[in-house]
C-alpha cells in the first residue's frame, strides 16, 4: 500500500484542477441607505434600492429547469451586520406552510426553510450557513470540505420571520464580529437555497447539481462588495456562567448533595480570520444527551462531539482520517476527567493557510487518578482549486507521577503524527483523501504502530463509484486521545452505484448499489471478516424512500466476544461465523403532520443462530409548537447448540429493546422545552432528560435541565439531578 500512496496521490491531483462553477452569478452588496429593524416587515427605506437576487434553479427533484416556486432575496450591510431579506411565495395562497416547530438547527426536510452559505474566503472548502424555518427557527452551522455541515456551532446573530397566505419573509442580521473573513477581500461566495415542501421542490440562486446539498460552496455564487467589509474594532466576546443544582446517588446511597459553580468562555478575534478561544472550568450540563443505540458490534460505538468550546474551526482538529480512525477525537477530554481551563487558536492566517492550536488540562478522574493535558496542533495549506495538504500532531501527556494511592490506567504519554492530502475537485464530483499516521506510546514496544490509509470517491448524477483501502499496524495505540476501532489489518472496501430516472409523476428515481468489504492481514494472505452487499432503492416525488437490501457476512472472531453485549459469555477469538440476512426500509413524506418509518432486518447470526431486528419511528407535529415522535427498536437472537457456543447460550434467546419517546415544544422561537425518555434494557437504564431553555439574548440562555436515571427491569431509581445554569455572551 506504500507503494500505491505516490501513484494516488498524482491521480488526485490531476482532477484538482479548475475554475469555479458558478462565476457569473453575482450579487453586488451596497451600504444601508437607513437603519434597519430586524423584525420580519420589509418597511424600511434601506430594502428599497438593494439589488435583487431571483430566478432561482430547481435541484430537487430534478436539475434541469428553473424553480417553480418563486424566491427574492436582497442583502446590505452597515459597520456592524449584513442585512439579509427574502420573501418566499406561496404558490397556492391559502395552503398551508409545513413546519414541525420553531426549534434551532431544525430537521431539514421536516420544515419549508431557506439557508444563506457565506464562503468568506471564496475558497469553496469552508464557510458559514445561517437560515431560518418558516416558522422562526433559527439554522447556524459550520460548513468544512465543502460541504460538511456542523450544526453543533452556535453564534450570536438575529432573524425574524412572518408569513401570510401570500408568502413568508426572513429577515436576518449578522454581526461581522459573528464570522471570520480576511481584512480587505471583495469578493466572497454565497448562495441562497429554498425548500418548498408542498411541491417538494428545493432550489438555489447559483445552480447546484441535485446530487450534492444546496450548501455546497463549490456551487456558491459570488457576493461583491462595493467596498472591503468593515474591518471589526474590539472582537473580545467575554461569556461567564453561573450553575447550581442538586445530585441524588441512590445507587451508592449517598445523600443528596448540592453544588454551585462558576466558568467562563472567551472568544478573542487577533484578527478578523484568526480566533481565541478560551475556557476556565468549563461546564457542559445543558448539552444534549446522546442518543443511545443497541451494540451488537465487537467495537466502541462513536458519539458526536456537542461542546462549544470544541467546536468553531473543529474539523482542522477532528476531521483529519475517516470515521472509524481518527487521530484526534475531543469527546476523550473530559470523559472521566473535569476540564479545568482550556485555549484554542483557530482560522485563517491567509487565503489558502488554516492553523489550528489547542492545550486543555483535566484534573483527575473519578477513581482518583491523574489529570492529563492534551495538546494539539494542526495546519491546512489549500493546493490547486479547492484541494488541501494537512498535518496534524497530537500529544497526552500525564501531570504528576503515578503513586500507589494515585493510580493512573494511562500510559505516561500518547503522542500521533499525521500527514493528508484532501481531495476536493471543482464540481465536487470527485472527493477522497490519502493520508498516513504514526502513533508513540511506551506501550508500543517496537511494533508496527504505522497506519497507511486512502479513499477516492466519483459522485455522478446516474453513477457513482469508490475505493477505501487501509493498512493498520499492531502497535497502534490511538484510543487515549483519538479513535481508532481496529489493529493489524488491511481493509479493501469498492462500491458502486446506479439511478435511473424514469417518466413518472410518481417516481423520481431508482437504482442499484453494491459494495464489497474485506479485512486482511497485512500480507492479505488471510481474510479474516467479508461483507458482500446489495440493495436497491426507490425514491418518490414526495420524498418518501423505499430501500430492499441483501447482505452475506464472514467473519473469524480476532477476540474474544459476547454476541449479545448482555450476557457476558464469549465466543471464543479463532472460530468462525457465516450468515446470510436480508432487509427492507420504508420512510415516509414529511408533507403530512403524521410521519413514519420503518425497518426490518432478518437472517443469521453468529454461531448458526437467528436475528430479527424491527426499528419504528412515528411523530406528529401541531405545528408550529410541537413535534412529538417515538422511536423504537426491537431485537431478537436465538441460538441452537452449535459448538462453538458456550452452554449458556444454548436453545436460549434474547430480547433487546431501546425505546425512545421525544416531545419537543417551542413556545417561541426563543423559548423552548424537550422532554427525552431512553428505555435501553441492553444497558439495563431508563434515562429521562428535561431541558428547559430561554434565549433571553442573543447567545445567553437560562437552562434548567432535570435527568433522572432508573434500572430497566425493576424501575428503581437509579440517580436523579436537577441544574440551572444561567450564561450571558457579552461582547466587550
Known amino acids: 500500500m506504500q507503494k500505491l500512496l505516490p501513484v494516488f496521490l498524482i491521480f488526485l491531483a490531476t482532477v ?20 434597519i429593524k430586524v423584525d420580519g416587515i420589509v418597511d424600511e427605506i434601506a430594502w428599497e434600492s438593494p439589488q435583487v437576487g431571483a430566478s432561482f434553479a430547481q435541484i430537487l427533484p430534478m436539475d434541469t429547469s428553473m424553480a417553480i416556486a418563486r424566491t427574492e432575496f436582497k442583502m446590505c450591510y452597515d459597520d456592524k451586520n449584513i442585512y439579509v431579506m427574502v420573501i418566499n411565495y406561496n404558490l397556492s395562497p391559502g395552503k398551508p406552510y409545513i413546519t414541525e416547530s420553531m426549534k434551532r438547527d431544525f430537521s431539514f426536510y421536516g420544515n419549508d426553510n431557506n439557508l444563506m452559505v457565506l464562503d468568506t474566503f471564496d475558497d469553496q472548502t469552508n464557510g458559514f450557513s445561517f437560515g431560518s424555518s418558516v416558522a422562526g427557527g433559527q439554522w447556524d452551522g459550520l460548513i468544512s470540505q465543502g460541504s460538511r455541515l456542523d450544526l453543533s456551532w452556535e453564534n450570536r446573530w438575529e432573524s425574524e420571520t412572518t408569513y401570510d397566505d401570500e408568502k413568508w419573509v426572513w429577515e436576518a442580521a449578522i454581526p461581522f464580529k459573528t464570522i471570520r473573513y480576511k481584512e480587505g477581500i471583495t469578493k466572497w461566495g454565497m448562495n441562497f437555497s429554498r425548500l418548498d415542501l408542498s411541491i417538494s421542490e428545493k432550489s438555489a440562486w447559483a445552480p447546484v447539481l441535485r446530487q450534492f446539498p444546496s450548501i455546497s460552496l463549490a456551487y456558491a455564487g459570488n457576493l461583491i462588495w462595493d467596498e472591503a467589509p468593515p474591518k471589526p474594532k474590539s472582537n473580545i466576546s467575554i461569556i461567564p456562567f453561573i450553575t447550581g443544582g442538586t445530585v441524588k446517588n441512590y445507587q451508592a ?25 478560551l475556557t476556565v472550568n468549563p461546564d457542559f450540563s445543558q448539552v444534549e444527551v446522546d442518543v443511545q443505540q443497541t451494540n451488537l458490534d465487537r467495537f466502541e460505538l462513536f458519539f458526536p462531539e456537542r461542546r462549544q468550546f470544541f467546536l468553531e474551526n473543529g474539523d482542522l482538529f477532528n476531521n483529519f482520517g475517516f470515521s472509524s480512525i481518527r487521530p484526534f477525537f475531543s469527546r476523550r477530554i473530559g470523559l472521566d476527567a473535569p476540564i479545568r481551563y482550556g485555549a484554542r487558536v483557530s482560522g485563517k492566517v491567509n487565503k489558502k493557510l488554516r492553523i489550528g492550536v489547542l492545550n486543555t488540562q483535566t484534573g483527575k478522574n473519578s477513581s482518583g487518578g491523574l489529570g492529563s493535558n492534551y495538546s494539539v496542533v494542526s495546519f491546512q495549506q489549500q493546493v490547486f482549486a479547492r484541494s488541501n495538504f494537512a498535518a496534524i500532531l497530537v500529544n497526552r501527556e500525564t501531570v504528576g507521577e503515578a503513586t500507589p494511592d494515585k493510580p493512573s490506567s494511562l500510559a505516561a504519554y500518547n503522542r500521533t503524527l499525521g500527514f493528508e492530502y484532501n481531495l476536493l475537485s471543482k464540481d465536487q464530483q470527485w472527493n477522497g483523501k490519502a493520508f498516513y499516521l504514526k502513533t508513540f506510546s511506551p506501550f508500543t514496544n517496537g511494533e508496527d504502530n504505522n497506519i497507511y490509509a486512502m479513499n477516492i470517491e466519483r459522485n455522478g448524477r446516474k453513477f457513482n463509484a469508490g475505493l477505501q483501502l487501509e493498512r493498520v ?76 437490501w441483501t447482505a452475506t457476512d464472514f467473519i473469524r472472531l480476532n477476540r474474544d466476544f459476547d454476541p449479545t453485549n448482555l450476557v457476558g459469555e464469549r465466543l471464543a477469538a479463532g472460530t468462525e461465523h457465516s450468515w446470510r440476512s436480508f432487509g427492507l426500509e420504508y420512510e415516509s413524506t414529511n408533507q403530512k403532520r403524521l410521519t413514519y418509518s420503518a425497518a426490518m432486518r432478518t437472517g443469521g447470526y453468529y454461531a448458526d443462530g437467528e436475528r430479527f431486528r424491527m426499528n419504528a419511528s412515528v411523530g406528529y407535529r401541531f405545528q408550529p409548537y410541537v413535534a412529538a415522535v ?25 430480547d433487546l429493546w431501546l425505546v425512545g419517546p421525544r416531545i419537543d415544544v417551542t413556545f417561541t422561537n426563543k423559548l423552548f422545552l424537550t422532554n427525552f425518555l431512553q428505555y435501553n434494557n441492553q444497558t439495563n437504564n431508563v434515562n429521562l432528560n428535561t431541558r428547559f431553555q430561554w434565549r433571553y439574548s442573543p447567545a445567553s440562555d437560562l437552562f434548567i435541565v432535570y435527568t433522572d436515571n432508573y434500572y430497566a427491569d425493576t424501575f428503581n431509581v437509579r440517580n436523579r439531578a436537577i441544574v440551572l445554569k444561567f450564561t450571558y455572551w457579552w461582547n466587550v
Do not use: C, W
Request: glycine letters at 8%; proline letters at 3%.
Open 630 to 654: 417515538i422511536r423504537a427498536e426491537y431485537n431478537h437472537i436465538a441460538f441452537g447448540e452449535a459448538e462453538v457456543l458456550p452452554v449458556v447460550f444454548h436453545n436460549n434467546s434474547y
Open 473 to 548: 499496524g499492531e502497535g497502534i495505540n490511538g484510543n487515549e486521545v483519538g479513535f481508532i476501532r481496529r489493529q493489524n489489518y488491511v481493509y479493501l472496501k469498492p462500491e458502486i452505484g446506479y439511478l435511473f430516472f424514469p417518466k413518472s409523476k410518481k417516481i423520481v428515481s431508482h437504482g442499484p448499489g453494491l459494495f464489497y468489504n474485506s479485512y486482511f492481514d497485512k500480507q492479505f494472505s488471510n481474510m479474516f471478516e467479508n461483507t458482500t452487499y446489495f440493495k436497491y432503492d426507490i425514491n418518490f416525488l414526495d420524498r418518501s424512500q423505499i430501500t430492499a
Open 253 to 277: 446511597g449517598t445523600a443528596a448533595s448540592y453544588d454551585g459553580d462558576i466558568g467562563l468562555d472567551a472568544k478573542v478575534g487577533l484578527t478578523s480570520s484568526l480566533n481565541l478561544d
Open 16 to 35: 484538482s484542477f479548475g475554475q469555479k462553477q458558478n462565476d457569473n452569478y453575482n450579487y453586488y452588496i451596497k451600504r444601508a441607505t437607513s437603519p
